[in-house]
């Protein structure tokens, strides 16, 4: 203590001026610091929950496109002729696979079509199935299925495009004439488009 009081004013005064700088500027650094962090995790979590919006609505919008064309297949003069029907075309058929196949060819989100007979004729599908993980809508909870429409957990179809993981979207094919169920219409939506391009 006694060397401190005896050094010189212009020592005493430099350390005194050090001290009072350098403790506002340690101070001003970890309060920046500390409100730089806050900024940059506010940031990450806004663009994360951008990031999960975006994805929201590009699925929605898929999902929307999906139930959509079902409506529009559903309707279709030929395939309704086709179902309706008691005798086979095969001209018919292979004009309604022609049809299936520009949408799922124009449509990248689309794994498959399938239409499913109920009077025993061949079912029609583009990409054809071989097989499926798919048992139907009858195969299910009956919770997930409201008479309208339905979809399945994602699950593996193997096609002559190749193995295919999708999520089916089902929905009965009723008569234009008389209402009657004539036969399932199944799209496909493709998990790993989904997964590579979402």
């Given at each position: 203590?006694?060397?401190?009081l005896?050094r010189?004013?212009?020592?005493?005064?430099?350390?005194?001026?050090l001290?009072?700088?350098?403790?506002?500027?340690?101070?001003l650094?970890?309060?920046?610091?500390?409100?730089a962090?806050?900024?940059?995790?506010?940031?990450?979590t806004m663009?994360?929950?951008?990031?999960?919006?975006?994805?929201?609505t590009?699925?929605?919008l898929?999902?929307?496109d999906?139930?959509?064309?079902?409506?529009?297949?559903?309707?279709?003069?030929?395939?309704?002729?086709?179902?309706q029907r008691?005798?086979?075309?095969?001209r018919?058929r292979?004009?309604i696979?022609?049809?299936?196949t520009?949408?799922?060819?124009?449509?990248?989100?689309?794994?498959?079509?399938?239409?499913?007979?109920?009077?025993g004729?061949p079912?029609?599908?583009?990409?054809?199935?071989f097989?499926?993980?798919?048992e139907?809508?009858?195969?299910?909870?009956?919770?997930g299925y409201?008479?309208?429409?339905w979809?399945?957990?994602p699950?593996?179809?193997?096609?002559?495009a190749?193995?295919?993981?999708?999520?089916i979207?089902?929905?009965?094919?009723?008569s234009?004439?008389?209402?009657?169920?004539?036969?399932?219409?199944?799209?496909?939506l493709?998990?790993?488009?989904i997964?590579?391009?979402v």
């Open positions: 203590m006694r060397s401190w005896s010189s004013l212009k020592h005493k005064l430099s350390v005194m001026l001290f009072s700088i350098l403790v506002p500027v340690i101070s650094g970890f309060f920046s610091y500390h409100i962090s806050r900024l940059s995790e506010e940031q990450a663009s994360g929950m951008n990031t999960l919006r975006q994805l929201s590009q699925l929605e898929m999902v929307t999906v139930e959509s064309m079902s409506l529009s297949l559903i309707g279709d003069e030929e395939i309704q002729r086709y179902l008691s005798g086979y075309d095969a018919q292979t004009s696979i022609n049809f299936l520009n949408f799922v060819f124009f449509k990248k989100h689309i794994a498959n079509i399938t239409i499913i007979t109920n009077n004729k079912s029609i599908s583009y990409p054809e199935i097989e499926t993980e798919f139907g809508i009858e195969g299910y909870d009956s919770d409201n008479e309208t429409k979809w399945s957990p699950l593996e179809n193997k096609t002559s190749g193995t295919q993981r999708v999520m979207s089902a929905r009965p094919i009723r234009t004439k008389g209402f009657e169920t004539v036969g399932t219409m199944q799209i496909g493709d998990v790993d488009y997964s590579n391009n």
